[in-house]
């Protein structure tokens, strides 16, 4: 692998007439994202900004599974546990600084989230101009499944989502479909999985508001829709034990199945999501809620749940993690702060005029 091309492979990287096309390239791995993967579509994004003949910019994954199901949690885990979590954070950093200059990309950004697009896969997309669910869509933000907390801008979007909608999935890890997806505020357009590749090829030589006329059809019911009333209520809660114990009293059976689906995730992480996304919510703009993110994602680092999370689900796949603390009444509000604390040098600073202002 030439320095010059990290990513090698595993983000193809062309141009075709009016076109940029980026394909993430790990299917085996559901195209899960690593640092030299950010790096290679950061090049690629500066490169075409700067290009008068590139007009729009589409991102698709490898293969028939999906989009991406996240970030590469295998290496996250051992760093985490072999070296300290140095590695992760930088990693984090640049991932970040992807996220919120996606969101601020001067040309049309055309997601295809089609298939699985999880955490990292759906801040490498739904930040996008243009995000294109289908009916094979699965949307989500897992991470309280792993003892983490949702990242890449998913408190941003899942707070800015109708209602209590985003608590809902921020604490459950719920994945939806495309009319969900489009409820949520996580896609735009809906198109036929079968029009995709007529789709991909059209944008070359065709501006996207054609081609979405020319392809995108009518997207299927959002089913949370008929469950707005027990979520709109329950998660308007103060806190994760209020929240379950409405879930609980609630008639709709869908609400008790929430909260048995909440009761199995990292209890910390669960009180510290809650937070983030109230957080969210007054901070405004995306550049703030991706630096509080970050304070969130390195303080896990040195959390227990996190490592264990991660064994539990992906390592040794047995589906049953043993979370320190292990309930919600042992998670005090000091631990809870200890993830918002300021991080000194170590901040990821995005907001304008920052000496770190995300790279153009």
């Not at 295809?112 to 989500?140: L, N, Q, W, Y």
């Not at 408190?155 to 409820?183: M, Q």
């Not at 090829?201 to 995108?216: I, M, N, Q, S, Y």
Request: aromatic share 4%; with cysteine.
């Amino acid at each position: 692998m030439s320095p010059a091309n990290p990513g090698g492979d595993s983000v193809l990287v062309r141009t075709e007439g009016r076109a940029g096309y980026l394909t993430l390239n790990r299917p085996k791995a559901l195209n899960a994202i690593d640092h030299a993967m950010v790096h290679r579509v950061g090049e690629a994004l500066t490169a075409w900004e700067r290009d008068p003949a590139v007009e729009t910019v589409v991102i698709t994954g490898a293969g028939e599974r999906g989009l991406c199901a996240g970030g590469d949690i295998r290496t996250i885990h051992e760093d985490a546990r072999a070296g300290g979590g140095v590695a992760s954070a930088a990693f984090w950093r640049d991932e970040y600084r992807m996220n919120a200059r996606i969101a601020r990309y001067p040309k049309p950004y055309v997601a295809v989230m089609d298939g699985i697009v999880m955490g990292g896969g759906v801040g490498i997309s739904a930040h996008g101009s243009v995000r294109i669910v289908t009916e094979r869509s699965r949307v989500a933000m897992p991470e309280t499944g792993i003892g983490f907390v949702p990242d890449v801008g998913g408190t941003y979007l899942l707070s800015r989502a109708p209602g209590e909608l985003g608590t809902h999935l921020a604490l459950t890890g719920a994945a939806v479909g495309a009319g969900d997806a489009l409820l949520c505020g996580l896609a735009d357009h809906f198109v036929p999985a079968e029009r995709l590749p007529a789709l991909v090829a059209d944008l070359a030589g065709t501006a996207v508001p054609e081609v979405l006329a020319r392809h995108a059809a009518k997207a299927p019911a959002a089913g949370l829709a008929d469950h707005r009333e027990w979520i709109d209520h329950c998660y308007a809660a103060g806190t994760v034990e209020e929240i379950l114990d409405r879930l609980l009293d609630a008639d709709a059976p869908a609400a008790k199945e929430a909260a048995a689906t909440i009761l199995t995730k990292s209890p910390t992480a669960l009180k510290v999501t809650l937070a983030a996304l109230r957080g969210a919510r007054e901070l405004g703009s995306l550049e703030l809620v991706l630096e509080q993110e970050y304070r969130l994602s390195c303080a896990a680092l040195s959390s227990a749940d996190l490592v264990e999370g991660i064994r539990a689900q992906v390592i040794d796949k047995d589906r049953n993690p043993r979370w320190s603390p292990a309930t919600l009444a042992e998670v005090g509000e000091a631990d809870v702060a200890r993830y918002f604390a300021p991080l000194g040098d170590r901040e990821l600073s995005l907001a304008a005029g920052s000496p770190q202002e995300v790279p153009r």
